[in-house]
């Protein structure tokens, strides 16, 4: 059984920084595609950053430059750190990941979510 536990999020001030992660059972996450959405209320999921499962990293345009996706094979852990993080990435942040389990079935496995709320 897949299980991915998302975890990091929290109240932070306009400028701050967050670190998410994403500890991932059942699921090698360095060989499958992996990300990271976030979710406003109100809004549709978006996908903010992903790691395809040949190691290219893509980001959504508002996110480029302050965040940054990284996983540690060792921990089978996937890491999203936020940097200069603004009022508008409130969200509720859910990880992904999208290949076979260590049983060879394939799916799509959400964590989840943390909830980050940037605010003043």
């Known amino acids: 059984q897949v299980q991915l536990v998302n975890s990091g999020g929290g109240l932070v001030q306009p400028g701050g920084s967050l670190r998410l992660s994403c500890a991932a059972s059942g699921i090698t996450l360095s060989i499958n595609a992996v990300s990271w959405y976030r979710q406003a209320p109100g809004k549709e999921r978006e996908l903010v950053a992903r790691?395809?499962?040949?190691?290219?990293?893509d980001y959504t345009d508002s996110v480029k430059g302050r965040f940054t996706i990284s996983r540690v094979s060792a921990r089978n852990t996937l890491y999203l750190q936020m940097n200069s993080l603004k009022p508008e990435d409130t969200a509720a942040y859910y990880c992904k990941v999208e290949g076979r389990d260590i049983h060879g079935s394939y799916g799509d496995y959400w964590g989840q979510g943390t909830q980050v709320t940037v605010s003043s």
């Open positions: 790691i395809s499962g040949g190691g290219n990293i």
